[in-house]
T-cell receptor, first 116, second 115 residues
Framework: RKEVEQDPGPFNVPEGATVAFNCTYS??????FFWYRQDCRKEPKLLMS???SGNEDGRFTAQLNRASQYISLLIRDSKLSDSATYLC?????????????????FGSGTQLTVLP | NAGVTQTPKFQVLKTGQSMTLQCAQD?????MYWYRQDPGMGLRLIYY???????DKGEVPNGYNVSRLNKREFSLRLESAAPSQTSVYFC??????????????FGDGTRLSIL
């Protein structure tokens, strides 16, 4: 089982739609979670961190379910500019080096295309 | 506000040639990383450096070496390039704290083709 799994998509949605992505992780000791966005042939960029209580940033809502070991990203009122690949990122406690160099494990990404 | 700077942005090599990919960050981060990204496989960690003077292997270290020259710079070297090393390479950095994880910041990437 992969440490971080995402549905690769692609998700093709009309402009204005609401779309949700899920990501599951295997290490129950993981404590930090992030969503990144990657545009075609560009570097990944942080979209938002995911907090235990869930958090919202404009049209984007991130949630964490520790019991089921998954995180989600909800995009409301999707825009053409939201078209990108969304990467789920989870810290990996087993790779600690001196307690301060925990690695982050990246999912393979979910591709979203918002259609006009 | 440069962030993470990678050079070169593009490179074509012949099999067996060597080269060094350079990475520098100006955010005073303690940890730095090298990833490769191939279609359908996501980001895979090659090497990382928790702090100046330390380096460790990641998921796919074979065929690569790294040097953490100082706190700012972390280079990746291919001693004898192979076609299987054709990929997009990303350098990243972040501040790692004992009590929490900070997100990584990425460079623009280096597109490397080995013929």
């Amino acid at each position: 089982r992969k440490e971080v799994e995402q549905d690769p998509g692609p998700f093709n949605v009309p402009e204005g739609a609401t779309v949700a992505f899920n990501c599951t992780y295997s290490n129950s000791a993981s404590q930090s979670f992030f969503w990144y966005r990657q545009d075609c042939r560009k570097e990944p960029k942080l979209l938002m961190s995911v907090y235990s209580s869930g958090n919202e940033d404009g049209r984007f809502t991130a949630q964490l379910n520790r019991a089921s070991q998954y995180i989600s990203l909800l995009i409301r009122d999707s825009k053409l500019s939201d078209s990108a690949t969304y990467l789920c990122v989870v810290n990996d406690p087993k790779h600690e080096v001196g307690g301060s160099a925990r690695q982050l494990t990246f999912g393979s990404g979910t591709q979203l295309t918002v259609l006009p | 506000n440069a962030g993470v700077t990678q050079t070169p942005k593009f490179q074509v090599l012949k099999t067996g040639q060597s080269m060094t990919l350079q990475c520098a960050q100006d955010m005073n981060h303690n940890s730095m990383y090298w990833y490769r990204q191939d279609p359908g496989m996501g980001l895979r960690l090659i090497y990382y450096s928790a702090s100046e003077g330390t380096t460790d292997k990641g998921e796919v270290p074979n065929g690569y070496n790294v040097s953490r020259l100082n706190k700012r710079e972390f280079s990746l070297r291919l001693e004898s390039a192979a076609p299987s090393q054709t990929s997009v390479y990303f350098c990243a950095s972040r501040q790692t704290l004992r009590e929490s994880d900070q997100p990584q910041h990425f460079g623009d990437g280096t597109r490397l083709s080995i013929l």
